[in-house]
């Protein structure tokens, strides 16, 4: 019902700033919540942020809660991750997913998933 395709991705050095961005297919608003995940090697996947596309309430989770900011652009049918100050473990794959159960941060919640984009921290 709603194609997710994500960019932004690529090689940051720790301490400073990517902006990720999710692209939907259709307008999302009011219908879906859409979240950030991250999967890093070897470890589960996780919910790093979402938002409620009608409202614009927000939820984080604690580990990136003062560092990163999640938003939308309903115009564009597009929802950000402002990532700042980044750390080695935010080195991951990061998903954009739509859902509708909130918090939008638990895997099997969701039910559309974007492939993908890689998140690279270095030194």
């Known amino acids: 019902q709603v194609q997710l395709v994500e960019s932004g991705g690529g090689s940051v050095q720790a301490g400073g700033s990517l902006r990720l961005s999710c692209a939907a297919s259709?307008?999302?608003?009011?219908?879906?919540?859409i979240a950030w995940f991250r999967q890093a090697p070897g470890k589960e996947r996780e919910g790093v942020a979402g938002?409620?596309?009608?409202?614009?309430?927000?939820v984080y989770a604690d580990s990136v809660k003062a560092r990163f900011t999640i938003s939308r652009d309903n115009a564009k049918n597009t929802v950000y991750l402002q990532m700042n100050k980044v750390k080695s473990e935010d080195t991951a794959m990061y998903y954009c997913?739509?859902?509708?159960?909130?918090?939008?941060?638990?895997?099997?919640?969701?039910?559309?998933w974007g492939k993908g984009t890689l998140v690279t921290i270095s030194s």
């Open positions: 997913a739509a859902g509708q159960r909130w918090p939008p941060l638990t895997p099997v919640d969701m039910d559309y």
């Open positions: 259709t307008s999302p608003v009011g219908r879906y919540y």
């Open positions: 938002i409620s596309t009608r409202t614009g309430t927000t």
